[in-house]
């Protein structure tokens, strides 16, 4: 079976930076993806792992360990409009995408 | 097209009736995905295919939910004698075969009333 947890809300301070959590476990393994979904809208994607290490993209960084089961999501610099649902997905071998419920983040002024 | 394309938007029926959602996805693209989202939930993987096979059909509830893609670009999904509990955001997404991000379109809101 499949299985990827993620924290249901966080809220954080404008300026601030925040990190959330996912922890998999799949059937396979062909990469983790991060998504960012604002209240009524489609996901769009924001990153992409599938070796162990860190990926940066502007004030967006992906985490990822293999051997864990884990990776993080380290937004920095929060804006407001950063407010969003965070959702983890892995991709197994059967190559579908399997999404986690999702990260609430809510950006304080 | 320009990105992944749902219709309708919304989509009220009554108990009982059936129902076709379409996706047009995005040109090229190989893999088609739909899934179901309940408000405040992550997508709900349903059915995916890889040019007109059905690759992976794991996910739908019932055999009241069928899917097809008869020459590997626009989808149907087709709900049978429609429930309530079928309510719910239908999305469906697509991915080339040379990048590994799937784009999502706008989505189907379902209402069975």
């Known amino acids: 079976g499949q299985n990827i947890d993620q924290p249901t809300e966080m809220t954080a301070t404008e300026g601030a930076i925040v990190q959330i959590n996912c922890t998999y476990q799949t059937s396979g393994f062909n990469g983790l993806f991060w998504y960012q979904q604002h209240a009524g809208e489609a996901p769009t994607f924001l990153s992409y792992?599938?070796?162990?290490g860190l990926e940066e993209k502007g004030r967006f960084s992906s985490f990822l360990s293999r051997s864990k089961g884990y990776s993080y999501l380290l937004l920095k610099e929060l804006q407001m409009k950063d407010s969003a649902s965070y959702l983890c997905?892995?991709?197994?071998?059967?190559?579908?995408?399997?999404f986690g419920p999702g990260t609430r983040l809510s950006v304080l002024p | 097209g320009a990105g992944v394309s749902q219709s309708p938007r919304y989509k009220v029926t009554k108990r009982g009736q059936d129902v076709a959602l379409r996706c047009d996805p995005i040109?090229?693209?190989?893999?088609l995905y739909w899934y179901r989202q309940a408000l405040g939930q992550g997508p709900e993987f349903l059915t995916y295919f890889n040019y007109e096979a059905q690759q992976d059909k794991s996910g739908l509830p019932n055999d009241r939910f069928s899917a097809e893609r008869p020459e590997g670009s626009i989808s149907t999904l087709t709900i049978q004698r429609t429930e309530q509990r079928d309510s719910a955001m239908y999305r469906c997404?697509?991915?080339?075969?040379?990048?590994?991000?799937?784009?999502f379109g706008q989505g189907t809101r379902l209402t069975v009333v």
């Open positions: 997905a892995v991709r197994g071998t059967g190559q579908n995408f399997v």
């Open positions: 792992n599938v070796l162990d």
């Open positions: 040109s090229g693209h190989v893999s």
């Open positions: 997404a697509s991915s080339s075969e040379v990048a590994d991000e799937a784009f």
